[in-house]
């Protein structure tokens, strides 16, 4: 997202930009003329020697397990690398150009070029440009990164032109790194869906250009920050290398001092398997100052002609070998690699070529009066390829890159919670995707035709996990475009969901009335307010059974009949909806109250319909109204189940304790706000608050009232399924404090909106959990893309010096799963599940709060240039959200909290079918449940992944969800049988890949790198399971490719 002059300033941290290396918004270069350089591609071709042996590559055919592999030796990845000199500093320049799959333009205008207002760049003339130059000489290469602009333009192209890429592709000119669908960020995603938006792109390049297509190196130049458990998922995905710009300063400076710019990054509890060779960029992405070729730049050409007054060779390439000796003083051996691009750069990709060209051959000529400089086109594979032929030992990275601080007042925290509304669609988006995709494999198996298109959501959700998106840091106009493609993409998978039912519950081929869908998260829904009579089908995407509390909104006043797939009645209780849930903006329902029952035992991988008829005569066995407690002034609220009690101080109006099986938690929670700093950016200090950071003004949170009740009980409704406590705080600010019958967590479900700002304070909304846990001290655990754990020091971190300058948002880490504080005996433990991406804290023992909301003035001038003041339905943003508390001792915790975890991931998927039918009727025409596993998996495992692929395989990921030591008992490995286990399938071969899909196990082969100051050995170097047992370490995800054939003896 670096891009124009002020931004730049702020993006050249290697080096102090010169200011006139890159201007894009003041662009004065027009479109090149391609005709007046067109050549032949065939004489250019054929007039290369060294192209004469690369005829035999690109012959592709499909191996086992339908993977696309090169048949014959080919030339294209490490074999492609021009020779470096020994003895010689080598300067490896690497043509590159960022694009944003979204971010001050929407990706279709980013693509075609519109809008040239707002930003210059156009990336099909990007592609176009590149490849014309690619051919005009073989030494150049260029690697291209996201797979969103480079299918689109693919599959625009005429087979000549695909011909020629595929030739460029197989000699290595042009490469692919990275490879996802995006360059996604590494903050607010959500680890299902980073491996599902960078297969979709690896599976594309494998079917297009086979083993030459696949990507070796990992490229986050521009994320804002980086996760470990992103980095984990590189080395499983076979990746050789990653390289990155964005980390904390004050680490920056460090690495470069003592060389640590590269280094090996342990990523995970599972030994050298999970090791992943990590490089820092010197210059962010951009190119040495004074030396950006692009028609966005105004930097000088290289001027060779001695006869012109402007002849500028010795002058330019001295700069040049003078930069490269710096930049060489900060690195550990003698290669450097120069980023030789920025954002949306060679739209005209001659300016480059032509001026690098000259810069290679003038710089080496000056080796024969003793420079040290050897300058050669590479990539970054080249580039990793040589430093892995030099035998060194290299510093060991255990922690992660958060948060990152661009300088002393920068803190990249904020764009952790940005968007809230729009974080909550992708999370949904996510769960969504994933029933869609076993759904379609059922549909599949079962002969169906899917009237849905899963594609449109795989491309819209890969989209959605860009770096300016689902981080919150786009413009308005943008965010509202990745949503209309959600949209689309729910639209479609809904078409699915609806031919799922059809094709799995008709018993007697009467066809299935329409299925229909609603919107729960705004307590809306047509079917159930309506109709007398309806189904609700509810369908459970985990391998495992789950009980699950379903509430549907219906009109108030009528009572409720319940029968489950048997006919028999299941309790249910009518709870009212909140005023402010009623209230939210865009809603239009009639519905006031909530019934609410227990689904119980949904089956692994299936569905259960619920028969529900409205009784408005009261004549049956009808559902449990709630009991609206009488409120007594000086009498604590308290609701009790059999498994929790929640204690309400009746002064404040505060959470203040909360009992779990007999043992009380002193616990409070509250919300309050930080305002948000106003600057004008001018210098670090003067930093706004702004959509990428987060920069309160001063260090203290404000409660929502100055009074001695912080908050206002206006309800307590108690009844044999769900109790609840309503808090008003401000007209702004509620929530539900929720405990149902059988749990032992508390939900908390607020609504926090529209944030005012009449003051001209924007305002940062928090929500606090104080606990008697002071033994915390500061120390906190925090998830990792909703995976791994990692422990947080208050004021510190783990790999260098730190300078607290930011109190409190130099503390804030991204929580996409869970939080947790402890006390150092284990034996309290508070913990705090999020329902999407939030950035969050311990800032004293004991003490947990999570940013839920954010409305700010003010842009922090990293670019997107808009002020985060979000606003829908004419008036500011309003959201709901839940947060899920669990209190427990800390041996138990990881029991309670990772299955939590995933529930709240991979929450049911509801439909509804309004009928005329009396349940018999219905249960005579139709199953009332399936599942499509024949059993449940263990419980430390979880079916990540089970999608069909587009050669008839099918794609499945099975992964322990426990880390080593988390669980006495769940973290032990686990062994899973495949065996039987799809009822009338037999697996006729199952094949292991890497996680990502696009390469078969066997023939994985990284690059083998050297630690000095860690003995980490492999958990294992090889499975020795064997099919159809599979065995899994702690946090190990494993991938297989399966062929299925129809075996009626297994039919049931
Ligand atoms: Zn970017």
Known sequence: MCQGVS??????EGEKSTGSSSSSSSSRGTMSNKETRKMDRLVVASISSSLMLLVVAGLVHPSSGGITTTSRSTSCGYQSCHATKPGFINVHLVPHTHDDVGWLKTVDQYYYGSRTGIQKAGVQYILDSVVEELQANPERR??????????QWWEEQDESTRDVVRDLVSQGRLEFINGGWCMNDEATTHYVDIIDQMSLGLSLLNDTFGECGRPRIAWQIDPFGHSREQAFIFSQMGYDGLFFGRLDHEDKKQRMAAKTMEMVWSSSS????????????????????GFCFDILCSDSPVIDNPKSKEYNVDQRVTEFLNYCQRQSEAYATDHILLTMGGDFTYQDANVWYKNMDKLIKYANERQTNGSRFNLLYSTPSCYVKSLNGVKKSWPLKTDDFFPYGSDAHSYWTGYFTSRPAFKYMVRQGSNLLQACKQMDSALSWSGSTNQGDVNVMKRAMGIAQHHDAVSGTEKQAVVQDYQGRLHEGVVECQKTQASYYQSQLPILGRPLPDVKFCQLNVSQCDVSETSGRFVVNIYNSLARHVDKYVRIPVAGGDSYQVLDPDGKVVDSQLIPISPQVQALPGRTSSATEELVFLATQLPPIGSKSYYVERDSKHRRRHSFKSKSQRLVPGEDHIITTDKVKVRVDWTTG???????????YFVQQEFLWYPGYNGDNESADRRSSGAYIFRPNGSDAFPMRRTMTAAIITAVYTGPLVQEIHQFYDTWVSQVIRIYRGQEHVELDWVVGPVPVSDKIGKEVISRVTTTILQSDGTFYTDSNGRQTLRRELDARESYTYTPTEPVSGNYYPINSHLFIRDPVGEQQATVLVDRSQ?????????????????????DSFGVDEPLDETAFQQGLVVRGSHYLILSDGPSSAGRYRPLAQQIYKQPQLSFIPTTLTFADWRRLYKTQQQLISRELPENVNLLTLENRSDGSYLIRLEHIYDVGEDKVLSEPVTVSLQDLFPGFAITSAEETILGGNQLKKDSQRLVWHSSSDKQKNVRSSHSDEFPDVDLQPMEIRTFILNLVRDNRLDK
Do not use: K
Request: proline share 4%; hydrophobic share 40%; charged share 10%.
């Open 839 to 859: 950035g969050g804290s311990s800032l004293i023992g004991g003490l947990i709060e999570l940013m839920v909301h954010r409305r700010l003035l003010r842009d």
């Open 7 to 12: 931004q730049c300033h702020f993006c050249n």
């Open 270 to 289: 599972l030994g050298q398997t999970g090791w992943l060779f990590t490089g820092v960029n010197y210059n962010l992405y951009q190119p040495p100052p």
């Open 142 to 151: 260029f690697i291209y990164v996201e797979m969103a602009f480079f299918w």
């Open 654 to 664: 505060l959470l203040s304790s909360v009992t779990v099986n007999g043992e009380e």
